[in-house]
Structures are given as C-alpha cells and as structure tokens.
C-alpha cells in the first residue's frame, strides 16, 4: 500500500472512531458547560450572556454554533447526548482537515516523513480531544495550520483569511500574529494579509467588540485560563505556599494574579523577538517559528486546559519529525490519565469529575510540560554550540 493510501486509511478510520465515541458518550465538563451557555444565548441572547458572567469567554462565533446545535438538538427538552455529538462534528472533521492540509504540504514540500504523518493520522491525542472532551480547539489548530501552509506558497490573502478564521474560534492565534505579520512584511505583503485577517476577525467580533467592548476584552481576550494544574503554576501550587494553593479560573490570588502577569510579560516580549529574527527564513521554516513561539507559550503558561495540546500538534510535526513524536507520546499517557481519571474509569461515559480528581491526573501533565521544556533546552543548546540565534535554528530534516 503506498504511503498517502495508508494515512487516508488510518484518517477515515480515526475519523469512524471519533464519530462512535461522540455518538456513544457524553463527553467532558465542556459539554456540560456549552449546554449552559447555549440555552442562556438562546433565550436572552448574546451579548446579554457577556454581560451576565464573566464565565463565557469565548468568540461570537462559538456562541452562535452553541446556540446553533442547541436549537437542533432540541432546545430546553432536547438531549444532551444529541447536543454533545453535535458539538464534537466540527472538530472531527477539523481534523481530517488536517490531515488533508499535511498530506497537501507533503507533497509540495517533502516533509514531514510519511511515519510522522500517519501518526498524526492515527494520534491517540485527536482522538481523546476532538472524538471525547468537547471543545472547538481542532477547528483552531486546522486553521492555523492552513495559515501556515499558505505561506509556503506566498498566498498573503488566503493565510490572512485562515488566520482571521483561526481568531474567531479561539483568542490564543493572537499570539501568533507577530509571526505572520513579520513573515508577510518581510515580502511586501503585509496589506493583503493584515487586510483579509483583520476584515474577518473584525467580521466575527464585531457585535461584542462595538457594543460591549470592555466586557469582550476583559473576559475574553484577557482570560488567563485555569490556573495550579501546568507548569510553574502546578509547581508553585505543589510548593506548600498558601498564596498559591488551590486551582483558580476566574478569582486568583493576588500572587498568583502576579506570577500569571510575570509569565505574560515573559512570553510575549520572546514571541515578538523570535518573530522579528525569523522574519526572513525560507517559507517552509514558518512552521519551526511556530513550534518554538507554541513552546514558549506552553512552557510559561499562565494557565492551562487538557484540550489545548492538540493546538501546537500540526505546527510541531511540520517543525521536528522527532520532537513531534515525543510529545504525542507523553501526551496521550498524561490525556488518558486525565479523561480516565474524570469519567471514573472505563467505559467513559461523561467525564465531569473534574476537580475532584486533580490530583490523580495533575501530576501526569508534567510530562508533555516537560518535552516542551526540554526542547527549548535543546533549540539553547543548538544556539549556542553553532552561535546562532535560537530563532534561527534551522528546522530538523
């Protein structure tokens, strides 16, 4: 069987999995949690669910696709379990999206290797996130991915349009932006990018963005995410310091308020900088400015969710065969730790036990925190045995 016929096959039969498991179980907190939002956006609308809770930071685009899936599941007396398998379609598909996209790269660029891509394909971490848990995350990282491979064949619209797309699932492709606005302006493309991005994020955000623009900006681009179960904050929560302790969302303390800040002023000023150093490489090493800005962000963040490790996953395969692989392992050891952990046991059925279980599935986490952090040390290390820059490490073959 030729290598492309194999990864088709291991998609379709990844994508058959995910789709019994959405029509079979529940899902994470998240379900449970959009069903909340989606009947509050339905009866009294939109804006009237920002200003009611500081609880629902998400785009007007995912408002509306609750609200959307609300109505067709049934409404108030609808099932949860057709609302549930209607919120995981979208990701699924975004990930054979995916696989399209890399399937498309590889034959117009010759990476990643074909073993890498059918992983992806098959990836035990998809398949939990995306067929499972209940977010939009996947539709992100496919959009993100699709910005990308646009600028491998200098199309400034096309990657300002999927990068506006990735914008109005998620807040966190902000952070990317420096990458993508430093790459175009390099080539004297700026204006068609910024031009398609910014007209479609303003497009998406635009109701919330003019009539409650504090409300927006406060709860959704501010939001911080969970803090104590990731990286320094579970370290500093482990530590035994009362001024660290317990795992927050909205109402941290002031020191952790602090330490979020510290992390914030960390990440961003290394994004900006990587993404001007990086600003002249080949188009096909966009994606190893990715995987390191991801890095960065991942090892430093302020705050976590389980679901965001399928966002830096395509990137990070285009970047690094090798490193890719490494963290899809330790990944899927510590996501299935996690979902098992919160849906008490197999067979998982609704994984709502999110709290209550931390400390059984915090501990896990360390270890893709840990391949993170170990390939930062790595891209140090490079820089320094050649004196090259880290920004300019060159991707692996």
């Not at 200003?51 to 949860?80: C, D, M």
């Not at 998406?204 to 709860?219: A, H, M, N, R």
């Not at 730790?337 to 931390?358: D, K, V």
Request: glycine residues 8%; charged residues 10%; contains cysteine.
């Amino acid at each position: 069987m030729k290598p492309r016929s194999l990864v088709l096959l291991l998609a379709f039969l990844s994508l058959a999995a995910k789709l019994y498991c959405a029509a079979t179980t529940v899902g994470a907190t998240d379900v449970g949690v959009f069903a909340i939002f989606a009947r509050s956006i339905h009866e009294g609308g939109l804006i009237e669910m920002y200003k009611s809770t500081q609880f629902f930071n998400h785009t007007p685009l995912v408002g509306w696709f609750l609200e959307a899936i609300y109505a067709l599941s049934g409404g108030r007396g609808g099932s949860i379990w057709v609302f549930a398998f209607l919120l995981r379609l979208p990701p699924i598909f975004a990930d054979m999206g995916a696989v399209l996209t890399l399937l498309w790269l590889r034959e117009k660029t010759g990476r990643p290797a074909w073993w890498a891509v059918a992983l992806f394909a098959a990836s035990p971490v998809a398949f939990m996130v995306s067929g499972y848990h209940g977010n939009v995350d996947s539709i992100m990282a496919m959009f993100v991915l699709m910005a990308a491979a646009a600028c491998t064949t200098e199309r400034a619209i096309l990657s300002g349009l999927a990068f506006g797309l990735s914008c109005n699932i998620k807040i966190v492709p902000l952070l990317l932006a420096p990458v993508f606005v430093f790459f175009w302006w390099k080539r004297g493309r700026l204006i068609p990018f910024g031009g398609a991005s910014a007209l479609c994020i303003l497009a998406g955000w635009s109701l919330p963005l003019f009539t409650i623009p504090t409300v927006f900006l406060k709860d959704v681009i501010a939001y911080g995410s969970v803090w104590g179960v990731w990286g320094i904050p579970y370290f500093l929560r482990m530590s035994g310091n009362p001024a660290f302790a317990g795992i927050q969302m909205f109402e941290p303390t002031h020191a952790q308020s602090v330490v979020m800040l510290g992390l914030k002023l960390i990440i961003i000023p290394s994004v900006i900088a990587i993404a001007w150093r990086r600003r002249g490489v080949e188009p096909i090493k966009i994606f190893q400015t990715l995987a390191v800005v991801w890095a960065i962000f991942f090892v430093f963040a302020p705050g976590f969710g389980a679901q965001y490790l399928v966002w830096l996953a395509p990137c990070f395969l285009m970047a690094s065969d090798r490193w890719y692989a490494a963290l899809t392992l330790s990944s899927s050891i510590a996501l299935f730790i996690f979902y098992n952990a919160i849906s008490n046991g197999m067979p998982w059925m609704m994984g709502f036990t999110l709290l209550s279980t931390a400390r059984v599935w915090t501990p896990w986490l360390v270890l893709p925190w840990a391949v993170l952090a170990a390939y930062l040390i790595y891209q140090t290390h490079q820089a320094r045995s050649s004196d090259t820059p880290i920004a300019q490490i060159p991707a692996d073959p």
